[in-house]
């Protein structure tokens, strides 16, 4: 039996991940920084589904508990790099501590899992890697952060591994989810404001369409679950610039006085629900987006 490892496992998305993981089978390795959620969720899903479930408490922006998670990652069959941050308030107006804290979860503890996690796999000649990236990445989204920019090299890294040679000519495949806003504590964490409803998915949707995605003999390069945000992430790459400048999902986190420390920041992303095909939930919450591609040999191509 593979297992898979799922890190901002504690709730939302990361633990309907986990969930249909584990309808599939596979053995789990949880990851967050808090145990109590984790225990709970392994011990329903062990019931559940009659797999092996591991607690891993774990903050990735310590370089210690992220060496120890990135152990645990060298064995595993499936990596699932869910968990994510941001900053509800502008790039000037955010300590940096907070910013910090956001690049080295957001950057550097998915780069460094994919690092210990990837060769293994190659040597072993099987694996999937997935990386929830977001619409911020390619386009006018969460202007005056750095957001936008952290997402954007979870997708470029995940796209210039996936289509080397050295992994286009092996059994192991990356993908870069990217979803829509979802229903979640995300945003609420990172005191920013509720997405329209009509652009809010049910994370469970986008769980279930993601690990259906890594499951196929050749997985997506790109994998955006909803046809509403395959249309705007292309609208989103290619409409010039300052035309998408507009409030609503270009809004500019400039508010408050000068010198005004921001919120504190959201350090796991969490999303919830539970559907199957039902295409998205339209309650409130929300998350993340991204781009899209051209279907070509099997692959979506950005």
């Not at 000037?92 to 690049?103: N, Q, S, V």
């Not at 409030?247 to 559907?275: E, H």
Request: glycine share 8%; aromatic share 4%.
């Amino acid at each position: 039996m593979s297992t898979a490892l799922v890190t901002g496992a504690s709730c939302g998305l990361g633990a309907d991940l986990a969930r249909a993981l584990a309808a599939r089978g596979h053995d789990l390795i949880l990851v967050a920084r808090s145990a109590e959620p984790l225990d709970r969720l392994a011990a329903d899903l062990v019931a559940e589904h009659d797999i092996k479930a591991r607690v891993l408490p774990a903050d990735l922006t310590v370089e210690a508990d992220l060496e120890g998670v990135a152990a645990a990652a060298c064995d595993a069959d499936i990596l699932i790099n869910n968990a994510g941050a941001a900053l509800g308030t502008s790039f000037d107006r955010t300590a940096w501590a907070d910013e910090r804290r956001m690049l080295a979860l957001n950057v550097v503890a998915p780069s460094r899992l994919i690092h210990a996690a990837l060769p293994e796999m190659l040597r072993r000649g099987s694996g999937r890697i997935l990386v929830v990236s977001s619409v911020a990445a390619v386009g006018p989204a969460w202007l005056g952060t750095a957001y936008g920019a952290t997402k954007a090299y979870e997708l470029a890294m995940t796209q210039s591994f996936a289509y080397s040679r050295r992994i286009r000519t092996s059994p192991v495949a990356l993908t870069a989810l990217v979803p829509g806003y979802l229903a979640s504590q995300f945003h609420v964490r990172a005191d920013i404001g509720a997405p329209p409803p009509l652009l809010t998915l049910a994370s469970s949707y986008v769980a279930k369409q993601a690990v259906r995605a890594i499951h196929r003999r050749r997985p997506p390069v790109v994998c955006v679950p909803s046809m509403r945000y395959k249309v705007l992430a292309g609208l989103l790459r290619h409409v010039p610039y300052r035309l998408l400048s507009v409030p609503g999902p270009a809004k500019d986190f400039g508010g408050g006085a000068a010198g005004v420390q921001g919120p504190a920041m959201d350090l796991d992303r969490d999303r919830d629900t539970d559907l199957d095909t039902a295409e998205p939930s339209r309650s409130g919450g929300a998350d993340d987006v991204l781009p899209v591609g051209a279907q070509r040999d099997g692959r979506s191509r950005p």
